[in-house]
């Protein structure tokens, strides 16, 4: 039978819907494959592809490595108060508790009426410090006290020295300072700025050293005497002297912003770096030379070269002390308008 045009095309048009519904239902189960089964079919091999190569290991880490700072070692800072009255400048340490812990008794270079001159402090590693302040019994309250020093051979009396070079020997008694004697600093310069003073006895034969602060281009004066300590009066032999450069740091330095006398009569040195109250600091600890204490009187060794021990950056020391028979020493910091914090490191020797 011969068919119309017409009906050779609807016949035509039949079948090409008949083919691509075919198709269709072809290709449904695939589609209709869940997520994770996709997934799954992704991630397995293909025969014809070629394996994937290994990953590389991972570095190892490095010993001792961590992603942060662990809080709370001994070599952190601990706050001992915030804003300028808190600072510390002067320190000695009266106990040792444990590993890296100690009492100790600080001054501060507080200037006007109220405002705290002295007191204790208890550091245990990973604590809060605990202040306690003390009073200072007397109409002559300290300006600006600066160093701190425990009197040789008299456990519990002590000698606090104001920057203009003015010294108070005192005792502690039911958290109030007693004062037993006052002095003044023989051979200091008109300009000096007193921030040391450290004491020591060789052979039954007192003695001591103290520092004006010196200032970038102006060195430190160190000051050296054989002393007495009477009941109620300090008095000074003859006095030896020598210039003091620190080594580090090199911009806004103080040259000498505390001192202390080691057993084998070596000077640790903590130096400063001082653009103003906020700061940066920057500090470091250091050998300066020795003391040597004779009959005659008291001999000075100032390094050529001084040999530093650490630095502190964004600190600003003022205060250092050794704990008896250990390498670790602590360090105050009188940091302006941040306040004070106290640390320890090993920069001393046994």
Same mark, same amino acid.
Not at 37 to 50: D, G, I, Q, T
């Given at each position: 039978?011969?068919?119309?045009?017409?009906?050779?095309?609807?016949?035509?048009?039949?079948?090409?819907?008949?083919? $691509?519904?075919?198709?269709? %239902? &072809?290709? %449904? =189960?695939?589609?209709?494959?869940?997520? *994770?089964?996709? !997934?799954?079919?992704?991630?397995?091999?293909?025969?014809?592809?070629?394996?994937?190569?290994?990953?590389?290991?991972?570095?190892?880490?490095?010993?001792?490595?961590? *992603?942060?700072?662990?809080?709370?070692?001994? +070599?952190?800072?601990?706050? &001992?108060?915030?804003?300028?009255?808190?600072?510390?400048?002067?320190?000695?340490?009266?106990?040792? +508790?444990?590993?890296?812990?100690?009492? $100790?008794?600080?001054?501060?270079?507080?200037?006007?009426?109220?405002?705290?001159?002295? %007191?204790?402090?208890?550091?245990?590693?990973?604590?809060?410090?605990?202040?306690?302040?003390?009073?200072?019994?007397?109409?002559?309250? =300290?300006?600006?006290?600066?160093?701190?020093?425990?009197?040789?051979?008299?456990?519990?009396?002590?000698?606090?020295?104001?920057?203009?070079?003015?010294?108070?020997?005192?005792?502690?008694?039911?958290? &109030?300072?007693?004062?037993?004697?006052?002095?003044?600093?023989? @051979?200091?310069?008109?300009?000096?700025?007193?921030?040391?003073?450290?004491?020591?006895?060789?052979?039954?034969?007192?003695?001591?050293?103290?520092?004006?602060? @010196?200032?970038?281009?102006? =060195?430190?004066?160190?000051?050296? !005497?054989?002393?007495?300590?009477?009941?109620?009066?300090?008095?000074?032999?003859?006095?030896?002297?020598?210039?003091?450069?620190?080594?580090?740091?090199?911009?806004?330095?103080?040259?000498?912003?505390?001192?202390?006398?080691?057993?084998?009569?070596?000077?640790?040195?903590?130096?400063?770096?001082?653009?103003?109250?906020?700061?940066?600091?920057?500090?470091?600890?250091? /050998?300066?030379?020795?003391?040597?204490? +004779?009959?005659?009187?008291? !001999?000075?060794?100032?390094?050529?070269?001084?040999?530093?021990?650490? /630095?502190?950056?964004?600190?600003?020391?003022?205060?250092?002390?050794?704990? =008896?028979?250990?390498?670790?020493? %602590?360090?105050?910091?009188?940091?302006?308008?941040?306040?004070?914090?106290?640390?320890?490191?090993?920069?001393?020797?046994?």
């Amino acid at each position: 039978m011969q068919r119309s045009p017409l009906i050779r095309t609807c016949l035509a048009g039949s079948a090409t819907l008949t083919a $691509a519904l075919a198709a269709l %239902a &072809t290709a %449904a =189960p695939a589609q209709a494959a869940t997520p *994770s089964s996709a !997934a799954s079919a992704a991630s397995a091999p293909s025969s014809s592809s070629a394996p994937s190569a290994p990953s590389a290991p991972s570095a190892p880490s490095a010993p001792g490595a961590h *992603s942060a700072p662990e809080a709370a070692t001994r +070599h952190d800072w601990t706050s &001992t108060g915030t804003g300028m009255t808190s600072g510390v400048s002067g320190m000695v340490l009266t106990h040792r +508790h444990g590993h890296g812990g100690f009492d $100790a008794l600080i001054v501060r270079d507080n200037k006007k009426p109220g405002e705290n001159r002295l %007191a204790e402090v208890a550091y245990r590693p990973g604590q809060k410090a605990d202040v306690q302040p003390l009073d200072w019994k007397g109409s002559d309250v =300290p300006v600006d006290l600066e160093s701190l020093d425990e009197v040789p051979g008299h456990h519990g009396q002590y000698v606090a020295v104001a920057s203009e070079g003015k010294g108070y020997r005192f005792d502690v008694d039911g958290g &109030t300072a007693h004062v037993r004697d006052t002095f003044t600093l023989p @051979g200091i310069g008109e300009d000096d700025n007193i921030e040391d003073f450290a004491l020591t006895s060789r052979h039954g034969k007192p003695a001591a050293v103290w520092a004006d602060r @010196g200032q970038d281009q102006r =060195p430190s004066t160190v000051y050296a !005497a054989r002393v007495s300590l009477g009941a109620h009066r300090t008095g000074f032999g003859a006095v030896t002297d020598a210039e003091l450069r620190a080594p580090y740091p090199a911009e806004h330095v103080r040259h000498a912003s505390d001192l202390k006398i080691t057993a084998s009569g070596s000077l640790l040195v903590s130096s400063a770096s001082d653009p103003g109250d906020d700061g940066p600091f920057d500090s470091a600890v250091y /050998t300066a030379g020795t003391v040597a204490v +004779h009959r005659s009187g008291a !001999a000075l060794h100032i390094a050529d070269d001084p040999d530093v021990l650490e /630095t502190f950056p964004d600190h600003k020391i003022e205060a250092l002390a050794c704990l =008896p028979g250990s390498r670790t020493g %602590a360090l105050g910091t009188d940091d302006e308008n941040a306040g004070g914090a106290l640390r320890t490191a090993r920069f001393c020797e046994r």
